[in-house]
């Protein structure tokens, strides 16, 4: 296929329900367009006024209307399948981007064609001197899989001194502003339809490492999100997708001589933090979530046993050195108190 300059970078943005959010921040992208980049919406099945509301008042803009709520993940590998493009920008519907975001993201891409995808810094837009949980300053993974940003672990989030300014290679790239090669993202499958939503971007990031692709940050371009749009904070289905999705992803990418030890220590971990929810927080929801999603992964883990064989025979050792850290930071930030990143680094 031949790409015309129009096309080379198709922007993203998946809607569902999302009228206000691209009222109040569709305008911005819009404006912040270099030559060669297009915005596509593609809405989610809303039930809201969007489709409608994007016609009468961008009608420039494509969309893509599918017939159901497929997800973040699914969403998304629907959509991108009638989107032709060298790099795909997913794009959540709650960023505010700034004036030439796109250019360092696209300059580095052009110049080391071995990075697979990267981010920008993702500020909180709410208080843009601070990071902003959903990545930060990009992604990495502790020994027993739990997520944490240069910029952000647990519930720590970090104001932004410009103490991680650098270009930094990841274990993962944010879902809410991620661009990525479109040959790569087919190449390992794209998103895991079957996640729905969260933890989705992460499986994706670690199978592109393991396949000997690279991950990065590039934070001379800067992103505003507002995040917690779709499920807020301490919602049960969010609970249920995160502890499921998370365990998911461990069983279909740690390698062989990993994964029964670092499960034996999720069970653990897992149900401590079911405890927790319940006896120091009193949320009887989120608890139960956390059954359901040990349940819920355990009646399915073994669908995935075909990715699993897969990803080990492609793996390149190599690729598992970044991005993977070698302790718990669960220890390092409880028992140790170590609360920033570049504490436990």
Known sequence: MTLNRMNRIAIVILNWNGRAMLKRFLPTVLASLDDGAEVIVADNASTDDSVMWLKEHF?????????????????????????????????????????????????????????????????????????????????????????????????TVEPDEGQYDTVSEVLWATGACLMIR?????????????????????????????????????????????????????????????????????????????????????????????????LLNGHWGDCKAIFRARRAFKKWKHDFDDDRRDIQERRQMKSLLVGRKPYSVLWQYYAKGRRRYSDVE
């Not at 969309?63 to 009638?82: C, D, M, P, S, T």
């Not at 490492?209 to 301490?234: F, N």
């Open 182 to 278: 479109a040959r790569d993202y087919w190449e390992v499958g794209g998103l895991d339809g079957r996640f729905f939503a969260h933890n989705e971007e992460i499986d994706l990031c670690w199978r592109l490492c393991q396949y000997g692709r690279r991950i990065c940050c590039i934070p001379t371009s800067k992103v505003y999100h507002v995040g917690g749009g779709t499920l807020p904070k301490d919602n049960p289905m969010k609970t249920f997708l995160n502890f499921r999705n998370n365990l998911t992803m461990l069983y279909k990418n740690l390698p062989d001589g990993e994964l029964h030890k670092v499960m034996r220590m999720r069970w653990f971990l897992d149900y401590l933090a079911a405890l927790q929810t319940l």
């Open 59 to 155: 009608p420039q803009v494509r969309q893509i209307v599918l017939e159901q709520n497929w997800g973040f993940a699914e969403g998304y590998n629907r959509a991108l399948k009638q989107v032709e493009a060298e790099y795909y920008v997913l794009l959540n519907s709650d960023v505010e981007v700034t004036e030439h975001w796109l250019t360092p993201l696209v300059a580095y891409m052009d110049r080391h064609p071995d990075v697979a995808a990267c981010q920008p810094k993702l500020l909180s837009e709410r208080d843009k001197n601070s990071f902003e949980y959903a990545g930060a300053c990009g992604g990495y993974l502790d020994k027993y899989g739990y997520p944490f940003c240069r910029g952000r672990i647990f519930d």
